[in-house]
């Protein structure tokens, strides 16, 4: 049957650290402080049953079969028109319910301090053991890691084993190589998992700034093992998120280049804090887009793949003015110098 749906609401699953939710992608949840999707409120790993989980999906689905969109996902971009099929399955699961980190990034969206994140929640490798023992969970799954820090997550060795060393699932995980794991080394190597690490930096001193801790030399040399041969694809990307007035300059990111080169990645991910623009309502200010489509095309001139991320795709472009060469220049001293967003945002 063909109607507007997204496979999230279908086939997927996030586990937070209280509720079990379809997504962590919501619009709604991004702009208004409310929830994505939510499967079961109050959730602490506790075993699913098939009957109780597909009641609640369900249920949002029946939404869209209707032609109408559940609230929390009014305007999200997942959202494709296509035949959809009925059987019940998952192939999607995030999980994302521990924050414990050996990292203080200034633009991390866990709302936690430091102190206070966790590696003590629930374990989650019993609940998926029992979804696949029940046929529910299908083989090739994508498994996304989020929260804090998967190398320093308890079930991180389990979680690898059970799922990506065994060929089950591909498991994407954004990692900040402060520690080197050697089971998901193994796991890259073997082509089932796929790392991103953010360094946004080229120097030691802007690395440290953003990520305010000292690991800079650590985390090159870590990267340049996991992308050493071996690997196949690109299962090793560098990404660079792009934090108004801290590391929005060319040279930070030529040198950021360098060291992709050095390292051998040969995929680049370019991106812009989500916090500064979701408090532009997800938008960018028109030069801080042409820095990035910038920085792109000398990472494609430097012979990189590159990918742009969401904040560029989702956001609309501030195009009040056209560009003439007296706005771009009156646009660059506003964003430069008068940028109040970036000031509050970074000067904590
Ligand atoms: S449409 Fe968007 S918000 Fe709704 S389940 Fe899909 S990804 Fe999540
Ligand atoms: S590495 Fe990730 S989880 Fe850790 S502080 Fe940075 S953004 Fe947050």
Redesign the pocket.
């Known amino acids: 049957m063909k109607y507007k749906s997204c496979n999230l609401i279908q086939h997927g699953l996030c586990f937070f650290c209280n509720d079990l939710v379809s997504c962590c992608f919501s619009p709604n949840d991004q702009i208004n402080g409310g929830h994505p999707p939510t499967i079961i409120h109050n959730y602490n790993g506790e075993l699913l049953s098939k009957k109780g989980l597909f009641e609640k999906i369900n249920e949002f689905n029946y939404i869209f079969k209707q032609g109408n969109c559940p609230r929390e996902c009014l305007n999200c971009y997942k959202i494709e028109e296509k035949d959809w099929e009925e059987k019940q399955y998952i192939n999607s699961i995030t999980i994302t319910h521990f924050s414990h980190?050996n990292?203080?990034?200034i633009?991390?969206?866990?709302n936690l301090k430091k102190e206070e994140r966790t590696n003590d929640v629930y374990e989650i490798l019993p609940v998926l053991r029992d979804l696949k023992k029940q046929g529910i969970i299908e083989k090739g799954v994508e498994l996304h890691i989020g929260?804090?820090?998967f190398t320093i997550y308890k079930e991180c060795d389990n979680l690898l084993e059970e799922f990506a060393l065994s060929g089950f699932a591909n498991v994407y995980i954004?990692t900040?190589a402060i520690k080197f794991s050697d089971k998901l080394d193994l796991a890259i190597k073997q082509g089932n998992a796929g790392i991103i690490v953010?360094i946004d930096a080229g120097t030691k001193q802007t690395y440290r700034k953003i990520?305010r801790v000292d690991a800079f030399e650590k985390v090159v040399e870590n990267i340049k093992r996991y992308a050493s041969k071996g690997t196949e694809r690109n299962e090793v990307s560098l990404k660079y998120i792009i934090i108004p007035t801290i590391n929005d300059n060319l040279k930070e990111f030529k040198n950021f280049l360098k060291i992709a080169k050095d390292v051998g990645v040969k995929n680049i991910i370019i991106d812009v804090d989500a916090r500064y623009s979701r408090l532009l309502n997800h938008n960018i200010d028109y030069t801080l887009l042409n820095i990035g489509k910038k920085y792109e095309e000398i990472a494609k001139a430097s012979g990189f793949t590159t990918e742009m991320y969401s904040f560029f795709s989702q956001c609309e472009i501030i195009k009040t003015e056209k560009e003439n060469i007296f706005n771009k220049i009156k646009n660059e001293i506003k964003y430069r110098y008068f940028n109040k967003l970036a000031k509050e945002l970074y000067s904590k």
Do not use: F, T
């Not at 633009?107 to 866990?110: G, I, L």
């Open positions: 980190c990292a203080d990034c633009y991390c969206s866990n929260g804090g820090e954004p900040n953010s990520k």
